[in-house]
Nanobody, 119 residues
Framework: QVQLVESGGGLVRPGGSLRLSCAAS????????MGWYRQALGKQRELVAA???????NYLDSVKGRFTISRDNAKNTVYLQMGSLKPEDTAVYYC?????????????WGQGTQVTVSS
């Protein structure tokens, strides 16, 4: 069984910063990628940023230059440093893990953490 534990969400003023963390644990045999998705009220879930086991990254266009994804392979932890936050960044942020466990490769999801950008 694989668990993802997220932390770091909250309320922040426009222009502020937040750092999200997501730690994966359990029977993980291989990690292909880790990432963050978000879902705003009334909208579809979208990929914010992802990072592969080799360190390649991918970002949503609207967050490029403001958000940075990183990972600690030894701790199976992924981080999302968010800066210059805007009200439109308000959403529930979900950690995603693409990994091999029992019985095979699949996606795993965290419980979600609320990020609210408001003055």
């Amino acid at each position: 069984q694989v668990q993802l534990v997220e932390s770091g969400g909250g309320l922040v003023r426009p222009g502020g910063s937040l750092r999200l963390s997501c730690a994966a644990s359990g029977n993980i045999f291989r990690i292909y990628a880790m990432g963050w998705y978000r879902q705003a009220l009334g909208k579809q879930r979208e990929l914010v940023a992802a990072i592969t086991s080799g360190g390649s990254t991918n970002y949503l266009d609207s967050v490029k230059g403001r958000f940075t994804i990183s990972r600690d392979n030894a701790k199976n932890t992924v981080y999302l440093q968010m800066g210059s936050l805007k009200p439109e960044d308000t959403a529930v942020y979900y950690c995603n893990l693409d990994a091999v466990s029992i019985p095979g490769r699949r996606d795993y999801w965290g419980q979600g953490t609320q990020v609210t950008v408001s003055s």
